[in-house]
């Protein structure tokens, strides 16, 4: 842990023109005494290490000092911090902002530039202080193998108290979700993170069950053949961008304004159909029709009433 530590120091240094013993101390969470020990074992190594006193003072490196650089290709270095400050959007991580800050250290002006030309932001639109919060807490539980508590709604707001043994992390979509060991229904499921309220690290652990992430485990119930349902839908050609956004252009036929799609069936399909409004028409099957009528019905019925 010293020897980590004092890697990423020097990488600090060598980024930075100077840097306070503590704000030192209080990334790496130790006191401003260890720090200072740290810098006389990296002066003993031979790392020519600088501490100023005052108002203006600070630790720093002589200048000139380098490592080398040819550990990792410019393309790799620019993947990595690209992927890094992709990530750290989400949730906090020292450990990741350290890695980013050594991979910042060693890159050239070229590399530092071609960082900013592609920026990829995970977070939600708007405040995202409690979204972050949680992932955090999620991301430390998955590490430390405890389980977590928490309340979890179903789309009709009923609720349920739940003990989960966190494995996996999994961004799908837009969508954040918490896949894990269940144990009220002693099996895996997939937990959508703006479900869940009063999430809570718990003192007891678990041993982690082997799982194949690569082959996705929680899109298979998905995309079982029983749960798809085959939709012929027309649109109206003014939303044809729109369509293809949200349905995938390889499903459009263009010349009919005609969408062919195998798509799972449940309350999100029912939401999102009706979110076009009348810009679609369901044409098959016609039970899909006749929930979106009934439903487009019952909408316009409570508005008609709203004031009886």
Not at 68 to 94: F, G, H, P
Request: glycine letters at 4%.
């Amino acid at each position: 842990m010293k020897l980590e530590r004092l890697l990423t120091m020097t990488m600090i240094l060598i980024n930075r023109k100077k840097v306070k013993a503590q704000e030192l101390a209080e990334l790496f969470n130790v006191s401003v005494r260890t720090i200072y020990r740290d810098i006389e074992t990296l002066s003993c190594a031979g790392v020519p290490v600088i501490s100023q006193q005052g108002v203006n003072g600070g630790i720093s490196l002589i200048e000139g000092y380098r490592v080398d650089k040819q550990v990792l290709t410019k393309n790799e270095l620019t993947s990595l911090s690209i992927a890094i400050k992709s990530a750290l959007t989400t949730y906090k991580d020292s450990h990741a902002e350290a890695v980013l800050e050594k991979l910042t250290s060693i890159a050239d002006s070229q590399v530092k530039q071609s960082i900013d030309h592609l920026f990829v932001d995970l977070s939600p639109w708007g405040p995202n202080t409690v979204f972050k919060e949680h992932v955090t807490t999620l991301k430390k539980a998955i590490a430390s193998k405890h389980c977590v508590s928490f309340t979890y709604s179903t789309t009709y707001g009923q609720q349920t108290n739940r003990v989960v043994e966190p494995h996996t992390l999994v961004q799908k979509g837009k969508t954040w979700y918490l896949y894990g060991y269940c144990n009220l229904r002693r099996d895996f499921r997939l937990f959508k993170l703006a479900r869940m309220k009063n999430i809570i690290q718990e003192e007891s652990t678990f041993e982690r069950k082997k799982v194949n992430l690569s082959e996705l485990p929680w899109g298979k119930e998905w995309h079982q053949p029983q749960n798809l349902v085959n939709l012929v839908i027309s649109f109206d050609k003014a939303i044809t961008t729109l369509v293809e956004e949200s349905f995938g252009a390889e499903h459009i036929d263009h010349e009919q304004s005609m969408i062919h799609i195998s798509i799972p069936e449940d309350e999100w399909l029912y939401g999102f159909l009706l979110s076009f409004g009348h810009r679609i028409k369901i044409i098959e099957p016609l039970y899909i029709r006749d929930i979106i009528q009934k439903r487009a019905q019952e909408i316009v019925y409570l508005y008609k009433n709203e004031n009886n």
